[in-house]
């Protein structure tokens, strides 16, 4: 399979080869404390090895849990705030169809999956209770402790609803828990109640959980390969262990990041030109965002949604406050084609534009984006992505894991 791509060609201006160079001791003095476990947060690496170290057992009993969602569910609820949900739901937005919940049984063949316990919102909830009504569902709560104000609140919410519906017992086989292995309010309540649950590892923070069970069960629920998303990271675990800077490109994107924040560039700008990916990004800005905001330092991670965005953002990327760089996930295959029809009277005066396809347009949008950013004075950066598949959306996870580690 063809690795990920960065290219910082159109950051050349910014960053000198000589720059990246001089940092060189520095990327392999950080390569050897995160490998050796001596260096800071090191007792949080388990997400590390985790490609090939995973317990496949437990992989067996995600898919076993998945399929009898399946089986019994119209609806799965998952109930998680912050890395308790926003890996699974970045998968689920990048790698099913873009109206997956809307489509009928039949299309969609696996159950809709909904989101709670990310907010405090009576609106946004009775919303999703009268969306439940009376179609059958399954909940899955993901919490190493359980007392986390948001998804408890939800929790109790469809539990008592489950209870309602199902009676105990027939609640007691809906209800999947994902929490930490021995402690906390909620591993005491799976074991006390028997519930099906799974392990969030002790070693692994919220935000680097997306390839255990925490982002595992709800792929799988949809449909997704999750052998192949944990393929794809353990791909990139071997793409990303070579300390030699111009051989390891998450390691060129931690220390291009790095050049450029000593120079005064505080913001980071995630793009992306496909709305499937909106999701990652928030993903990509909690890692960030959680990693390094800390003693009043650390890059700010934003993102914006291309082209849509470019109609709001893109006049104060071009010319606003130069404190700013961008990166962009451009995915070469999106695996659709459409093309745009011929009108006889070209009122709208695209015709230009006729038989092109969409895909062509985004790009051509895109490269006009970033040389007009670049001449605005904006360093952009670009991951090229092969393909949306569950083996990328594992690679790429990966990917930015890596580079934050660094």
Avoid at 27 to 37: F, I, P, W
Avoid at 157 to 175: D, H, P, Q, S, T
Wanted: with cysteine; aromatic share 12%; glycine share 8%.
């Amino acid at each position: 399979m063809n690795q990920l791509n960065l290219n910082y060609k159109y950051a050349a201006q910014f960053v000198t080869e000589a720059e990246m160079e001089l940092l060189e001791p520095a990327v392999k003095l950080a390569h050897d404390q995160l490998h050796s476990g001596k260096g800071p947060g090191n007792s949080f690496l388990g997400w590390l090895d985790l490609p090939k170290n995973y317990d496949q057992a437990e992989v067996l009993a995600v898919k076993e849990a998945a399929r009898r969602i399946q089986e019994n569910s119209d609806i799965l609820i998952v109930v998680g705030i912050g890395g308790s949900y926003l890996g699974a739901r970045a998968a689920l937005e990048m790698l099913t169809h873009s109206f997956h919940n809307m489509l009928d049984a039949e299309q969609r063949k696996t159950p809709r999956v909904f989101f709670v316990g990310h907010a405090i919102s009576d609106r946004y909830l009775q919303g999703l209770l009268d969306l439940v009504g009376d179609h059958d569902f399954s909940v899955n709560v993901i919490s190493k402790s359980g007392t986390t104000t948001e998804p408890a609140i939800a929790f109790r919410i469809f539990k008592n609803l489950l209870v309602e519906k199902y009676g105990v017992e027939g609640a007691r086989e809906r209800i999947y828990v994902t929490t930490d292995a021995s402690q906390g309010a909620l591993r005491s309540m799976a074991n006390a109640e028997g519930y099906t649950s799974f392990v969030i590892p002790s070693n692994i923070g919220g935000r680097f959980s997306v390839l255990t069970p925490v982002g595992l069960l709800p792929m799988a629920v949809a449909g997704i390969d999750i052998d192949e998303v944990l393929q794809g990271a353990r791909e990139a675990l071997g793409w990303y262990q070579d300390p030699v800077l111009k051989d390891n490109v998450a390691y060129q994107y931690a220390a291009l990041r790095n050049i450029l924040y000593r120079k005064g560039k505080n913001i980071e700008v995630l793009v992306n030109y496909e709305p499937s990916l909106q999701y990652f990004s928030e993903w990509w800005k909690q890692l960030y965002g959680e990693s390094e905001g800390k003693d009043q330092k650390g890059i700010f991670p934003a993102s914006v949604n291309f082209t849509s965005d470019l109609h709001s953002m893109g006049q104060w990327i071009q010319d606003g406050t130069r404190n700013i760089f961008a990166t962009t996930m451009w995915v070469n295959q999106t695996g659709q084609e459409y093309a745009i029809p011929t009108s006889l009277d070209d009122g709208d005066g695209i015709n230009y534009l006729a038989g092109k396809s969409l895909s062509y347009v985004n790009h051509r949008a895109f490269q006009g984006t970033i040389l007009a950013h670049t001449d605005g004075g904006v360093p952009n950066l670009v991951l090229e992505i092969p393909s949306m598949s569950p083996f990328y959306f594992g690679a790429l996870v990966y990917f930015f894991e890596k580079a934050c580690a660094i």
